[in-house]
């Protein structure tokens, strides 16, 4: 039996998946959440082995969840789930740890193969995402330039885009207000924005969110 945690902000969404992962004999939802925060708890209280996790949920995000989930329950498999386009942080998600990546418009049946896949010590790509990753390993050089940013320092600057304060970041982040700060200026820097109006054009222009 593969215990499983779904995580994600929409209940509907969650009761969904539930119903379709439970018609299949070997998978057994222990328990639903909807945030990041959340998702530690659960794992504390009911021992799972795959944890099926939205890339955009309030609290902490994607990239804090995931190291917090290898650091503290580290037999604990991540399957991350996107409505985003997989260029956009497939490459960054599987590197930061988790055991598969794969679009909501997928299928039921390639969740289903990515969970189990997950569940056996292997890793789920989709083919598209096997042609991506082959170019885009780590070392060759980045394309847009919030691709040399740290995952950190990504997920700050969609934050910032999004229109938290500083402080909100810190608090959903486990930082101190300074950390943040210095991400902030790093980005701007990295990025060669003058301003955070100018910061936040370049999140909408590039479609980025977490």
């Known amino acids: 039996m593969i215990r499983i945690v779904l995580a994600d902000d929409h209940a509907v969404v969650r009761e969904g998946l539930k119903h379709i992962l439970e018609e299949h004999a070997d998978l057994r939802v222990v328990a639903e959440v909807g945030t990041g925060d959340e998702v530690m708890r659960a ?3 009911s021992p799972a082995d795959v944890v099926v996790l939205d890339i955009s949920m309030p609290g902490p995000g994607v990239f804090s969840v995931l190291e ?3 650091a503290e329950h580290p037999k604990a498999r991540c399957v991350v789930l996107t409505m985003y386009a997989e260029s956009q942080y497939a490459v960054r998600v599987l590197h930061a740890g988790a055991a598969g990546f794969l679009s909501k418009e997928q299928s039921a049946d390639f969740l289903v193969e990515a969970i189990r896949k997950a569940h056996s010590g292997g890793v789920y790509v989709s083919p598209s995402l096997v042609e991506l990753l082959a ?3 780590p070392g060759q050089q980045a394309g847009e330039p919030h691709e040399a940013l740290s995952d ?3 997920e700050v600057l969609v934050r910032i885009g999004g229109g938290q304060s500083l402080k909100a970041i810190a608090a959903d982040l486990s930082l101190s207000p300074k950390t943040v700060s210095t991400y ?3 980005i701007r820097q990295k990025l060669g924005l003058r301003s955070d109006a100018e910061l936040t054009r370049y999140v909408l222009d590039h479609h980025l969110t977490l």
């Open 184 to 186: 902030h200026s790093r």
């Open 43 to 45: 794992l504390s209280e």
């Open 68 to 70: 917090r989930i290898k």
């Open 152 to 154: 950190r320092e990504l």
């Open 135 to 137: 170019t885009k390993m």
